[in-house]
């Protein structure tokens, strides 16, 4: 089977202060295609139109992408 390419920005350089700026206070939604190690992920506004593709190694990656995306920690679940 052939694998699908995806067209993604890594996340060391994504602009978030640009993303942050086009999406200031809206909900996101966080789709993810998992992998061993590349992960990729679409970042979606509420009416499911694409802000950004993007793509990182798991598990090197993974933390920093939580925190570029402003998770934060609410009654032990993460809210973005």
Known sequence: MKKHRYSATNIKQMDWAHLAEQTADQRLVL?????????????????????ATLKWQHPVQTRKLGEKAGVKKAEGRGQV
Do not use: M, P, Q
């Open 31 to 51: 789709g993810v295609d998992v992998g061993k190690e590349d992960f990729f992920g679409v970042l979606l506004r509420s009416d499911l139109s694409v802000c």
